[in-house]
């Protein structure tokens, strides 16, 4: 179900977004299935218990929710996009999948998250992010929210775009120029602050060959840290 408050936000990156994806909605799912690589293996290790709350920020069409929602009955879960046009491709997937009663959408801007957009008492279990932070301006703001909005004891979940250095350079520079024309920037420094973090044991990393991608998961207070330690480098 889509949220009450259906006010768009006033942001020129929520307009670019509906202009992006107004015609490319029909077709994302299909068509990013073969790049955007690692989200199953991030459902995978998400181990959602029932009565807990997950939210998903850059939602997109639904599909991981989806996903989510079928792999671990009883888990709450919702999901904000700057996009009004994805969120209609959004409403149409979670009504076909007969998930109305489990998903609730909002849409809005990442980095204004808070379980209090939602109506909510208390905080989320799990915030997720899934080739998101690629495409949001602040996405230090975003992650901020994230870690601000779940509670001590739950976690922060990324999966993205790598450095790519490990490619083979016109592959890589060549999939940076495409990338480019969605307006999606990999976080280069992002990864080189997670990589500072191994070892934590409230962070996981796996990097994908070719540092093409890579699936996090850390600690509200280890996010923090990490944001804090990526302003002083």
Known sequence: MIAGGNEKPASTHAALMDRVYRNQRHIYDLSRKYYLLGRDRLIRELRAQPHERAIEIGCGTARNLIAIAKTYPGVALYGID????????????????????????????????SPQL?????????????????????????????????????????????????????????????????????????????EGAKGRPDCSLHILPGRYAFVFRASPSAIGEILDAGTKT
């Open 82 to 113: 700057a996009s009004s046009e994805m969120l209609r491709t959004a409403g149409e997937s979670v009504g076909r999948a007969g998930l109305q009663s489990r998903i609730v959408l909002k849409q809005g801007l990442a980095e204004m998250l």
């Open 118 to 194: 939602f109506a909510l008492k208390g905080n989320f279990d799990h915030a997720i992010f899934s080739y998101s932070l690629s495409m949001i301006p602040d996405w230090r703001g975003a992650l901020a929210a994230a870690a601000a909005s779940v509670r001590q004891g739950g976690s922060i979940h990324v999966v993205d775009f790598g450095d790519l250095k490990k490619l083979w350079g016109p592959a890589s520079r060549g999939l940076r120029a495409w990338l480019r024309l969605f307006h999606v920037a990999p976080r280069d420094e992002l990864l080189t602050a997670l």
